[in-house]
T-cell receptor, first 115, second 111 residues
Framework: GAVVSQHPSWVICKSGTSVKIECRSL??????MFWYRQFPKQSLMLMAT?????????EQGVEKDKFLINHASLTLSTLTVTSAHPEDSSFYIC???????????FGEGSRLTVL | KQEVTQIPAALSVPEGENLVLNCSFT??????LQWFRQDPGKGLTSLLL?????REQTSGRLNASLDKSSGRSTLYIAASQPGDSATYLC??????????FGKGTKLSVKP
């Protein structure tokens, strides 16, 4: 199947700093990518839909100024957690849809720990 | 609003058993349904995709069915192996293109 690469796989940062997570579709172009957040023993919750060349669409309750999403090309979307706080510590996963079947493929996830 | 429920939340079986994981959704207007496995601390690996016009899909020892009218999907795993131990998630795709997930079934296959 299609490959989605996510980087970094884990990051530890101090409170108040910003962290950028990259999501790349390696062998296909993705006009739309999705960013999810997963808490321990919980399901994946959609944070936002990233659209190439336009603004992201955020889910209710997700602060767009805190979770900045940029989808500058058909193969790259980035999520920046600004002014991170300990409550932002979580597992962030991106996904992209390969054209045709509409199947969604996921990255390996990024574990963020804010001290 | 679409809600997805997975039963059971956890399942432990001896190696070799056949098993069924259940997924139910509240809104039958789904475009497709995907089953994934997630290993601890990892992302999701797509197992099977069932389009809304299909009733089932098979891949190796895995078979997934979809009944839109009843809002249910099942994942059947034949001859389970310890390597099948993982959390299995089902996700239904709505009109917005994203997937809405259940909480998953944590499967443990004992040697």
């Amino acid at each position: 199947g299609a490959v989605v690469s996510q980087h970094p796989s884990w990051v530890i940062c101090k409170s108040g700093t910003s962290v950028k997570i990259e999501c790349r579709s390696l062998d296909f172009q993705a006009t739309t990518m999705f960013w999810y957040r997963q808490f321990p023993k919980q399901s994946l919750m959609l944070m936002a839909t990233s659209n190439e060349g336009s603004k992201a669409t955020y889910e209710q309750g997700v602060e767009k100024d805190k979770f900045l999403i940029n989808h500058a090309s058909l193969t790259l979307s980035t999520l920046t957690v600004t002014s991170a706080h300990p409550e932002d510590s979580s597992f962030y996963i991106c996904s992209a849809r390969s054209g045709g079947t509409g199947e969604l493929f996921f990255g390996e996830g990024s574990r963020l720990t804010v001290l | 609003k679409q809600e997805v429920t997975q039963i059971p939340a956890a399942l432990s079986v001896p190696e070799g058993e056949n098993l069924v994981l259940n997924c139910s959704f509240t809104d039958s207007a789904i475009y497709n349904l995907q089953w994934f496995r997630q290993d601890p601390g990892k992302g999701l690996t797509s197992l099977l995709l069932i389009q809304s016009s299909q009733r089932e899909q098979t891949s190796g020892r895995l078979n997934a069915s979809l009944d839109k009218s009843s809002g249910r999907s099942t994942l059947y795993i034949a001859a389970s192996q310890p390597g099948d131990s993982a959390t299995y998630l089902c996700g239904g795709r709505g009109s917005q293109g994203n997937l809405i997930f259940g909480k998953g079934t944590k499967l443990s296959v004992k040697p």
